[in-house]
């Protein structure tokens, strides 16, 4: 597997994000901002994830544009607003952005702003996947496993990662668990774990537990899960079965 850009720029320490950050640098706003939005090496928190996608974008970073305006059409961390987040969006997708398409994909595929639009929301997804947007590439792997192509699906998780995103890790962990593949789901859940992400962490934990090979380290991964902002994991080591 090649190592995931994100695991390179993991290096940088959320301190030194912040300090780069609070001194004009917008790129490392929002890179701040992605991993405080997912939960990645620090506590999720999607109201400052919002704040620093904002700040980002108005230091004129399209792609922290692109994540301010999908953050307001979901209410992220503050009400939302998709009659104002979708035009401008939409706007940004029809200048070329592939963040943004991916983040209009994302919206369509919710139905928010209109009736769902299938067809149009994975056109967009693909489009932007295509042109290397991380996350698209993760909701298509979601995509591809739904509609039984476990293998597309599985390819698409890997891109994902290799350009920074191992939400697509988290994602197909979830699924294989829902379908009580247990082996595959903690193979996806570990690598999300091992990419920082609180979620992954938290999932590999839940499973070690209920299938008893690891109750140790079932609970030191539910910790990891919990001190990044997993509720459900906290609630977890609060109240173990």
Do not use: W
């Not at 990645?40 to 904002?54: H, M, Q, T």
């Not at 059409?73 to 969006?89: F, H, V």
């Not at 379908?179 to 992400?197: M, P, Q, S, W």
């Amino acid at each position: 597997m090649i190592i995931s850009l994100l695991f390179l720029l993991a290096a940088v320490s959320p301190v030194d994000l912040e300090k780069s950050c609070n001194a004009g640098n917008a790129g490392d706003c929002l890179q701040l901002g992605t991993r405080v939005h997912d939960g990645i090496g620090v506590r999720r928190d999607p109201a400052r994830a919002a704040d620093l996608f904002r700040k980002a974008c108005k230091g004129k970073n399209e792609d922290a544009c692109a994540d301010d305006a999908h953050a307001l059409a979901l209410g992220e961390g503050q009400s939302p607003n998709p009659r104002t987040a979708i035009p401008r969006l939409e706007k940004m997708c029809k200048q070329g952005h592939a963040r943004a398409c991916g983040a209009l994909g994302d919206l369509f595929m919710r139905g928010l702003g209109g009736p769902q639009d299938a067809l149009r929301g994975e056109k967009l997804l693909e489009d932007a996947c295509n042109k290397h947007d991380a996350r698209a590439c993760s909701n298509l792997a979601t995509l591809a496993y739904r509609a039984g192509d476990a293998e597309r699906a599985e390819q698409l998780a890997e891109e994902a990662d290799d350009l920074g995103d191992p939400i697509g890790y988290s994602h197909l962990g979830d699924l294989y668990a829902s379908t009580n593949d247990t082996v595959r789901a903690i193979v996806y859940f570990k690598h999300a774990c091992e990419a920082g992400l609180a979620h992954g962490c938290a999932g590999h934990g839940f499973l070690l537990l209920e299938s008893g090979v690891d109750e140790k380290k079932g609970r030191e991964l539910l910790q990891r899960g919990c001190d990044g902002g997993e509720t459900k994991a906290c609630e977890a080591i609060r109240n173990p079965k």
